[in-house]
């Protein structure tokens, strides 16, 4: 069987995507194919976080279904159903119908309703996983259906099939992922699920389940072989909740347990609701400690994490390590403490900031990006006034913006009323969009234009044409930059360059290629985390004999 599989969402369902995919081929005769209509089952791995999320699902299946029936599935260059037989005919048009199968965030929260009409046979909910090869047996035709035994075979088969089962204990620590394209210098691997946080306003908890985490060996085993056997340079942590991740076995006889019971992840002023905190095992920062242990050339970066489980420890190790990258995802929603407290995010502006300036004071040179929701369940103009004021004072690097979009099951959905009306929401995110990009591109001009970065070059710009062929890559604090590639040095995906910034559009980069470089290299030149450059590109701190010494290497 071939199957097709596209994904929605966040990272989080990109790498469940990779696992799918790995189950389904350790399965049989299973292929992975490229082209949607000639694969025999259709998946779509989905999201459900904000309503337009799913009409996009919807409207997919809808178009999914049609294209299946006006095209039914080939075999040996006829359509199949084209069978001479009234009798066959009909049985083998039931053999025909591709399955098209509901993965991911939406299977969980819609259940059977997905079913509804008809547009979906297969509902898999994220923890569920394992099960695919069992649930697209009981619906696939079977191979060897000889005409003889079409009449039993039919019976066997079923017309739909679902498992919904959300778990304790699943992290797919054992399955290796596949990933879409092996030849990426940068990899995800996944380090725990789910989410304990009951932010008022989220279904991630409803579609993802309990947190969980992975055992450390397995997490450093997958990211070691990444970059021995892989070609991978940047590693990036993954997790609903990604700084809470507690391997509470901590029964690993490679790394030291640090931490004893009554440790507290969390800094002043930012609370834990509702977990089990505490206790002994391997913390997020032990994980990226052993993650940054496997070579100094490997870059860690890691997604998402809450502003509550960012403790001194992690700060320092950031700060400390080259190699662990110095960019802080640091969701606010909201520049309200009200408007927070409904949101039930466990902390207030002011608890908000005192973390962010302490970040900027341990990590000098910190990018640090956000999440933001306008038009929450009634929110003022006051409140929303706050928001933009916490914008213009922490100067985000990125930000990802969205209006309210209330959820089924939520606390917001059981207890509050979405009372802001669209226009207002779709004003105000536009204000925060815009306070967003006047900052970032005066930040960019005066804190990267005249900077040397060290950059991971992941590939050929997509801008790039004969003529005026571009590298795209990635700095130290996750800024895009595209630069020309020059004739006189070689260069390839996986290698660092060390790339004067020259420009800024809003968060993209561009600059000129110095040299080729390691980051040990880099770093040894002073040009690393702890180096002040001057910003000002007039006047670069760089002395020039070494600028000229390095020019002279090209
Ligand atoms: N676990 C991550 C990300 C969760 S989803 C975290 O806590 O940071 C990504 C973002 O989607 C959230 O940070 C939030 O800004 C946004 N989001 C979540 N629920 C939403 C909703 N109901 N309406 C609009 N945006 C929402
Ligand atoms: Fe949703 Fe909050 Fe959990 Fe993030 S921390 S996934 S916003 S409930
Ligand atoms: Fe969407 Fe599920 Fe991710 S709801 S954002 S795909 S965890």
Not at 257 to 267: A, D, F, V
């Amino acid at each position: 069987m071939k199957f097709h599989l596209k994904t929605y969402g966040c990272q989080m369902n990109v790498s469940d995507s990779d696992i799918v995919r790995s189950i389904l081929l350790a399965d049989d005769n299973n292929n992975n194919d490229k082209i949607e209509m000639d694969a025999d089952i259709l998946l779509t791995n989905t999201c459900a976080i904000r309503e337009n999320a799913e009409s996009k699902v919807w409207n997919r299946l809808l178009q999914l279904r049609r294209a299946d029936t006006n095209n039914p599935i080939k075999i040996d260059g006829k359509q199949k159903n084209n069978n001479n037989s009234n009798q066959k005919k009909k049985k083998k048009k039931k053999h025909n119908k591709r399955i098209i199968g509901v993965l991911g965030c939406m299977a969980e929260r819609l259940k059977e309703d997905m079913f509804k009409d008809g547009t979906a046979d297969l509902i898999v909910g994220p923890d569920a996983y394992r099960d695919l090869p069992r649930l697209i047996s009981a619906l696939a035709p079977n191979d060897d259906d000889d005409d003889d035994d079409d009449e039993i075979q039919s019976l066997s088969m079923l017309e739909q099939a679902i498992n919904v089962e959300l778990s304790f204990d699943e992290t797919y620590a054992d399955i290796k992922p596949i990933r879409s394209n092996p030849n990426d210098v940068t990899a995800f691997v996944s380090v725990m699920r789910g989410c304990n946080n009951m932010c008022s306003y989220c279904v991630v908890p409803f579609t993802r389940g309990r947190e969980r985490s992975r055992g450390m060996d397995s997490i450093v085993n997958e990211a070691r072989i990444l970059y021995e056997e892989n070609n991978v340079k940047e590693i990036c942590l993954l997790g609903q909740n990604v700084n809470s991740y507690h391997d509470r076995n901590g029964n690993s006889n490679n790394y030291k347990m640090k931490y004893k019971e009554g440790y507290n992840i969390s800094n002043d002023g930012f609370s834990n609701m509702f977990r089990l905190r505490g206790g002994a095992g391997y913390y997020f920062v032990d994980l990226v400690e052993a993650v940054s242990d496997i070579s100094p050339e490997l870059r860690v970066r890691f997604t998402s994490p809450h502003p509550k489980d960012y403790p001194p420890e992690l700060l320092s190790l950031m700060a400390e390590r080259n190699n662990v990258c110095n960019h802080l995802h640091m969701p606010a929603q909201s520049g309200s403490s009200t408007v927070l407290e409904r949101m039930r995010r466990g902390y207030t502006r002011e608890a908000y900031i005192d973390l962010i300036d302490d970040v900027r004071t341990i990590i000098p040179d910190v990018a640090i990006t956000s999440d933001f929701i306008t038009g929450f369940c009634g929110e003022t103009e006051e409140e929303h006034q706050q928001t933009l004021s916490l914008m213009e004072y922490v100067q985000y690097d990125q930000a990802f913006m969205f209006a309210y979009s209330m959820r089924g099951k939520t606390h917001a959905h059981r207890s509050m009323v979405d009372d802001v009306p669209e226009e207002i929401k779709s004003r105000r995110l536009q204000e925060i969009i815009n306070i967003f990009r006047t900052n970032v591109q005066d930040r960019n001009i005066k804190e990267e234009v005249g900077k040397l970065r060290l950059v991971l070059v992941e590939g050929e710009s997509r801008r790039s044409k004969e003529g005026s062929r571009q590298w795209r890559g990635r700095t130290d604090q996750n800024k895009s930059i595209v630069f020309p590639i020059p004739t006189n040095i070689e260069l390839k995906a996986g290698d660092y360059a060390v790339v004067l910034v020259d420009e800024a559009r809003g968060h993209t980069l561009k600059g000129k290629l110095l040299w080729r470089a390691t980051m040990q290299g880099f770093n040894e030149l002073g040009l690393g985390h702890h180096h002040n450059q001057s910003s000002d590109s007039n006047n670069l701190t760089i002395p020039s004999l070494l600028l000229n010494a390095m020019a002279a290497k090209l």
